[in-house]
C-alpha cells in the first residue's frame, strides 16, 4: 500500500469512526438546541429553536404541559444508562451501550459494535468492529483497533475536538459543538412539543414497567417521527425516532434506565492518542 492510500485509509476510517459515535448518542437528527439541524447522514428535521415561521405552532394543553413536565424530570436526572440499535439506510448500522451524563455538557462512555452497512464492512476489513468511545464536554475519542494503531504510530484513540468538526464540509457541522454539548434524552421530548399531531397513543408495559406511549410527526420535506414512551415518574423509558437519509430510512430505538447513574470519562494518555484535524491534514500531504 503506498504511502498516499494509506493515508486516505486512515482518514476514511476516521470519518467512519466519528460517524458512529455522533450517531449513537445524539440519534437521527442531533440537538435541537443550535437551531435546524441536519443529522450525520444528511437527513434534516425541524429544530424547536428555529423560527416561528418555519415550524408548527408551539403545542398547547394538557398534552403540553404532560410533556414539558417530562422534558423537566428527564433533563434534571443527569444521567442514565443507554442502549440503543441504530440503522441509517445502507450506509450503516449499529448497537451502542453505556451510561452518558448531561449536567455540564455531555460525558459518559460508550461501547459501540458495528452491525451492518457499509461502513461496517469498511472498518470490519480493517479489524474493527466495536470500539469504546468517551465523551466529554470539549471532545470525544474513540478507540479504534490495532491494525489502525499499525498506521498512526502505535495510537489507538482518535481525538475528535468539537470546535474543530464544525469547520468540516463546507460549513455542514455548524452548530455541532453545541448539538454534542446539548444531547440530552429529553431532545425527543422538545421535537414532540414542535410535532404537527402529538398524540397519546395509550398506556403499556416497556421492559416490565408501566408507561405512557406518545407519539407526533415533523413535517416539512423529510418527514420524521418521533415515539416516546414515559413512566410515572415522567421518565423517558423508551425512544423511537424515525426519518430518512440519502441512503434509505434511518431508525434509531433507545432505552433509558437507572437515571442518576453515576457516570465517568477519562480522557485517554496523550501519547496514545491521534488528532483527527491532524489525520485530515496528512491526507494532503
Not at 483497533?145 to 499499525?150: I, K, R, S, W
Not at 416490565?208 to 415533523?218: F, Q
Amino acid at each position: 500500500m503506498t504511502g498516499t492510500t494509506a493515508r486516505r485509509t486512515v482518514v476514511s476510517v476516521a470519518v467512519s469512526a466519528a460517524l458512529a459515535c455522533v450517531t449513537a448518542c445524539t440519534g437521527p437528527g442531533g440537538s435541537d438546541d443550535s437551531g435546524d439541524s441536519t443529522g450525520p447522514a444528511g437527513s434534516a428535521r425541524p429544530s424547536a429553536s428555529a423560527p416561528a415561521s418555519s415550524r408548527a405552532p408551539a403545542l398547547t394543553g394538557p398534552s403540553a404541559d404532560a410533556l414539558r413536565a417530562v422534558e423537566r424530570a428527564t433533563g434534571r436526572a443527569g444521567s442514565a444508562r443507554v442502549e440503543s440499535t441504530t440503522v441509517m439506510g445502507r450506509e450503516l448500522s449499529l448497537e451502542a451501550a453505556g451510561a452518558l451524563g448531561w449536567d455540564d455538557g455531555l460525558t459518559g462512555t460508550l461501547t459501540i459494535t458495528y452491525t451492518g452497512g457499509t461502513t461496517a464492512e469498511t472498518m470490519r476489513r480493517l479489524g474493527t468492529t466495536a470500539m469504546e468511545a468517551r465523551y466529554l464536554p470539549d471532545a470525544y475519542y474513540a478507540r479504534m483497533g490495532a491494525e489502525f494503531a499499525e498506521r498512526v504510530g502505535g495510537r489507538h484513540w482518535i481525538k475528535y475536538v468539537y470546535e474543530d468538526l464544525e469547520d468540516l464540509g463546507g460549513g455542514a457541522g455548524a452548530g455541532f459543538a453545541d448539538q454534542m454539548r446539548n444531547t440530552t434524552p429529553n431532545q425527543a421530548v422538545k421535537l414532540l412539543l414542535t410535532a404537527e399531531d402529538v398524540r397519546r397513543v395509550g398506556e403499556e408495559t416497556t421492559r416490565g414497567r408501566r408507561t405512557t406511549h406518545w407519539s407526533g410527526t415533523m413535517g416539512g420535506a423529510t418527514a420524521q417521527t418521533v415515539d416516546i414512551w414515559v413512566d410515572d415518574r415522567d421518565l423517558l423509558v423508551k425512544k423511537v425516532e424515525r426519518g430518512r437519509t440519502e441512503t434509505g430510512e434511518l431508525t434509531q430505538t433507545a432505552y433509558y434506565s437507572d437515571y442518576g447513574v453515576r457516570v465517568s470519562a477519562e480522557r485517554p494518555p496523550a501519547a496514545d492518542t491521534a488528532d483527527f484535524r491532524e489525520l485530515l491534514a496528512s491526507q494532503g500531504r
